[in-house]
């Protein structure tokens, strides 16, 4: 139905940069695609939510703790996400997942894990002092 696929996650200093990729594929999400977002999972901690986007509009809503640092955006023709993540910090280090919702979804339900339809697999960001 809807693939995801996330790369670009590696090891990188504190201060560095990186751009994560999520490549969505399937009739489904290229027909039906609302929103694409950024979750990220370090060790013991919940999966919080980063940042997302509307599809057509490409309207975009960042968690306060990234605000200033994180970018998101998306190429529609490639159907295709990303996420630049700059100034990076140790405690950025987790695991980053993209998610798709294909159906409509308030901006609050946005927020949380219950308002996308598939994920994938994740890409490890881990960052050094």
């Known amino acids: 139905q809807v693939q995801l696929v996330e790369s670009g996650g590696g090891l990188v200093q504190a201060g560095g940069s990186l751009r994560l990729a999520c490549a969505a594929s399937?009739?489904?999400?290229?027909?039906?695609?609302?929103?694409m977002g950024w979750f990220r999972q370090a060790p013991g901690k919940e999966r919080e939510f980063v940042a997302t986007i509307s599809w057509s509009a490409g309207n975009t809503y960042y968690a306060d703790s990234v605000k200033d640092r994180f970018i998101i955006s998306r190429d529609n023709a490639k159907n295709t996400g990303y996420l630049q993540i700059n100034s990076l910090k140790p405690e950025d280090t987790a695991v980053y997942y993209c998610a798709a919702s294909i159906q409509y979804r308030s901006a609050a339900e946005l927020h949380g894990l219950y308002g996308y339809d598939a994920w994938g697999q994740g890409t490890q960001v881990t960052v050094s002092s």
């Open positions: 399937g009739r489904t999400f290229s027909t039906y695609a609302m929103a």
